[in-house]
């Protein structure tokens, strides 16, 4: 009688565990990594409480430009400085996260944004690695402190909830060791997030680049913004002068 009565309790003790999980990601996704949830497609957020489709209303259309070849090409830059990285921390992948542009073995690498396809792996070219893609905002996220390199491809001073964001991310990258940050020249919002961060303050330059990417045949569009105005790109690699392991930049 008292093994039923055992099994039974540890039996009920576990549908109420699987019911609270399940509510606390509002039944649209499940608990992985420290409580974080990896929601279902078509969801986004902490709890998984926010539709994909009403984020995509308020942005009007889509930016399908992004996933041409000449804008990949700036993720493929980053890939190479990020080599030597352990654990990654991305935002803003959208369509076109790091992940599939690395090359190297690295210990973690998380992708941040609303867009992103949610995504999870234990393993990543070949080696062990925690490969996670997350459908939700930055400021959801909350950082285990081991992460070393940061990339944010498409810099603005507002985040996907258009809440400023530049002067609290300001204090976060300060944990980093590496940065690979990109953003439109011509866009003032960009610009302006990349002078709220105040860099130089911490960090030095490892490499700037300019690219143009305006002369290109971009297909069809229809229902997509035009690239005009996000096609001058400036990307920045910086390490932080008083936290870079020198591994982070060694050669392959």
Request: proline share 4%; glycine share 6%.
């Amino acid at each position: 009688a008292s093994l039923w009565r055992f099994l039974c309790f540890a039996t009920l003790l576990h549908l109420h565990q699987c019911d609270k999980a399940g509510n606390e990601c509002n039944g649209r996704g499940r608990k992985i990594d420290n409580g974080v949830c990896l929601c279902e497609r078509g969801f986004y957020g902490s709890t998984c409480s926010k539709l994909l489709e009403n984020w995509k209303t308020m942005h009007k259309f889509e930016h399908n430009f992004y996933e041409h070849d000449s804008f990949k090409s700036r993720y493929i830059l980053a890939s190479y400085y990020l080599r030597s990285c352990q654990h990654i921390v991305e935002v803003g992948g959208y369509r076109t996260p790091i992940t599939g542009f690395l090359k190297s073995t690295h210990q973690s690498v998380v992708v941040i944004d609303p867009y992103v396809v949610p995504f999870m792996n234990d393993t990543l070219n070949g080696a062990p690695c925690s490969v996670r893609h997350l459908p939700m905002l930055f400021n959801e996220y909350k950082l285990s402190g081991n992460e070393d390199c940061f990339v944010f491809m498409g810099l603005d001073y507002y985040d996907d909830g258009n809440e400023p964001m530049c002067e609290t991310l300001r204090h976060t990258l300060k944990q980093f060791d590496l940065l690979v940050l990109d953003y439109a020249a011509k866009y003032p919002t960009g610009a302006a997030c990349f002078r709220a961060l105040e860099l130089p303050a911490s960090f030095d330059l490892v490499t700037s680049l300019h690219l143009d990417l305006a002369h290109n045949q971009w297909g069809d569009l229809r229902g997509s913004w035009q690239p005009t105005g996000l096609t001058d790109r400036l990307l920045y690699v910086l390490k932080n002068r008083n936290r870079t392991n020198p591994a982070s930049l060694s050669a392959p």
